[in-house]
């Protein structure tokens, strides 16, 4: 363990859509006995609360206001990534394709981005030891100087099998329905990259894991190793 640091170290882990970044992430907190932060949730939790709302998701202001009531009477598990809103826990609207889909178009708008900036850091900061906080912007704009960077990545097919294994819990899957997972991925990860602010992109000093070749554990390791490697452990 590195003594020499205060403050809570960060690893920030970005990567496009179906990547294995919770699992990997919470899977490897576990491990070391830090905090996981999955931003992505937070993203989803406000398109899931305008949805209830009905409020478009376009509507900047309106957006602006449901932020401000989900910070003020959030309560979020970190042991469980479990997000409560005004006594409920919503948690389990929060895993749908069409959640992703939502909250990425949420997510191109800046008022949204800048109101939930502090909130990831804040999250992550809380705990005693350390976080891997995991999105899209964390290594370029949320944890611009994070502990370590890394980038999780897998090849488009594998992510859309690995994406449709989760969804469908290790149901037969049709090709039909992998290519639509395909293109559904792909289309959020095009629109993720290509927004003007925050875009998914590879910070210049972040490491690239590509984890097509590799399973479940093998990335946990890979992840761990590379913050041994560090020294933050
Ligand atoms: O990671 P997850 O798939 O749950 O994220 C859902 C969407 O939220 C992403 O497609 C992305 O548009 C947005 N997001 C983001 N920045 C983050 C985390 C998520 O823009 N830090």
Redesign the pocket.
């Known amino acids: 363990m590195n003594q020499s640091k205060q403050r809570c170290l960060i690893v920030a882990v970005d990567g496009p ?1 179906g990547s294995g ?2 699992s990997v992430c919470s899977k490897a907190c576990k491990r070391l006995g830090w905090t996981y932060v ?4 937070l ?2 939790a406000v398109a899931y609360i305008c949805g209830v709302r009905q409020i478009p998701l376009n509507a900047s202001e309106k957006l602006g206001v449901v932020i401000d009531d989900f910070m003020q009477s959030l309560i979020w598990d970190p042991e469980t990534q479990a997000v409560w809103f005004q006594g409920e826990n919503i948690s389990t609207h929060l895993y749908t394709d069409q959640a ?1 889909k939502d ?2 178009l949420i ?1 191109t708008n800046r008022l949204v981005r800048e109101k939930l900036l502090p909130l990831q850091r804040d999250l992550a900061r809380r705990s005693p030891v350390g976080s891997i906080v ?5 290594g370029t704009v ?1 944890f611009p100087d994070a502990d370590l960077k890394v980038f999780l990545t897998a090849s488009i097919d594998e992510r859309a099998r690995r994406r449709i294994r989760q969804l469908k819990d290790g149901a037969h899957v049709t090709p039909e329905e992998l290519d639509t997972i395909r293109t559904s991925i792909a289309e ?1 990860d095009k ?2 990259a290509a927004r003007d602010v ?1 875009p998914l992109i590879q910070a210049p000093d972040a490491i690239l894991l590509d984890t097509s070749e590799l399973d479940m554990n093998g990335t946990i390791d890979a992840l761990v190793s590379l913050i041994r490697a560090r020294n933050l452990v």
């Open positions: 859509a970044k919770s999955n931003t992505g949730f993203y989803r992703g909250a990425s997510a995991d999105g899209r912007d964390i949320v959020r629109q993720d925050a």
